[in-house]
């Protein structure tokens, strides 16, 4: 019997690697506070709707639970195109909520130039809240933490370049009064950086919840305290 001969170049085509995704680092923007179930294809269409070229997008995923980590990166054509779509794209809604845009990940950033702010009105959006602290220096990233309902939580985040202009956000907006709230400012402490002592008085027991509380219900009673 005449045994077949392969089809030139198909089992070579079967046992080539995959492509690796390209990316360059200089030509890259870091895009965070996506939702749980934004993904690649959805990245990539929204910003090639806008306009942009985009060589691809990328949401990173947990290895463990296979669960998106809120957070990925946008590849461009052009250092160019990746500016201008970082000055004009950054607080844009994706699937109901605000992204980050940043030339960096946020582990990167400087800890001691990270202002917590606390006390937030509920109807403060996180354009507002960045449009709140522009003033102060530049921002870095700015994040307003939010339910699963998208509601605001009362607090966020303002990262900025500097620890100087930290300070004078802090400054100026600590005790001030927002939309009939007097909001918080301060330098946030990541929770290796918080003094013992604190830690170990952190926990409230609470007893008598009713039986058809949710746990953001329950966040929202206590949120107006200080930041859970």
Request: net charge positive.
């Amino acid at each position: 019997m005449q045994q077949m001969q392969p089809i030139p170049g198909f089992a070579d085509m079967n046992l080539q690697p995959k492509p690796k995704r390209d990316y360059s680092s200089a030509i890259c923007l870091y895009v965070g506070n996506l939702t749980a179930t934004t993904f690649d294809n959805d990245l990539f269409k929204f910003f090639k709707s806008k306009g942009y070229k985009i060589k691809s997008a990328h949401v990173m995923i947990d290895k463990k639970t296979n669960k998106s980590q809120c957070f990925g990166y946008l590849n461009f054509y052009s250092q160019d195109e990746a500016d201008k779509c970082l000055n004009e794209q950054n607080n844009a809604i994706i699937d109901g909520k605000q992204i980050v845009l940043n030339k960096k990940k946020e582990s990167d950033f400087d800890s001691q130039a990270n202002v917590l702010v606390k006390n937030l009105p509920k109807e403060m959006a996180q354009n507002n809240l960045f449009d709140l602290a522009k003033p102060y220096g530049k921002i870095i990233s700015c994040k307003l933490q939010v339910n699963s309902d998208l509601s605001s939580k009362g607090f966020g985040y303002i990262q900025y370049d500097s620890k100087e202009a930290a300070q004078a956000a802090i400054n100026k907006l600590n005790g001030s009064m927002q939309m009939g709230k007097e909001i918080q400012a301060l330098i946030h402490q990541q929770k290796t950086e918080r003094g013992e002592a604190g830690e170990h008085f952190t926990n409230l027991f609470v007893k008598n919840i009713p039986t058809n509380y949710t746990e953001d219900q329950l966040r929202n009673l206590f949120q107006q305290f200080g930041e859970i």
